[in-house]
Nanobody
Framework: QVQLVESGGGLVQAGGSLRLSCAAS????????MGWFRQAPGKDREFVGA????????RSADSVRGRFTISRDNDMNTVYLQMSSLKLEDTAVYYC????????????????WGQGTQVTVSS
């Protein structure tokens, strides 16, 4: 059974940084686009960023571009989301996902999902 396990969430002050990790198992990791999404209370799930299987191509949402960086280590079957200059509006549950559609921004294109990790940004 495919497993994606996120970690690294927590409470951070505005302007601070966090690095999220997502460890994958039982999935052809290097062949999958890995995506990060987030969902704030009362809001729809929102695309944050994605990275291709080789890591050669990435895309990110306008709201996080220049502040968040996505990367992956295929030897470790892990994808990362480095978040800097965090804002109050970045508060959400962050999910990683694996899918076969190249760099998709659409949640339904991702077949596998982690359980999510909470990121809370305080003033």
């Amino acid at each position: 059974q495919v497993q994606l396990v996120e970690s690294g969430g927590g409470l951070v002050q505005a302007g601070g940084s966090l690095r999220l990790s997502c460890a994958a198992s039982r999935v052809p990791f290097s062949r999958n686009t890995m995506g990060w999404f987030r969902q704030a209370p009362g809001k729809d799930r929102e695309f944050v960023g994605a990275i291709t299987g080789t890591g050669s191509m990435k895309r990110s949402a306008d709201s996080v571009r220049g502040r968040f960086t996505i990367s992956r280590d295929n030897d470790m079957n892990t994808v990362y989301l480095q978040m800097s200059s965090l804002k109050l509006e970045d508060t959400a549950v962050y999910y990683c996902a694996a899918g076969s559609t190249w760099l998709s921004k659409i949640a339904t294109d991702y077949a596998y999902w982690g359980q999510g990790t909470q990121v809370t940004v305080s003033s």
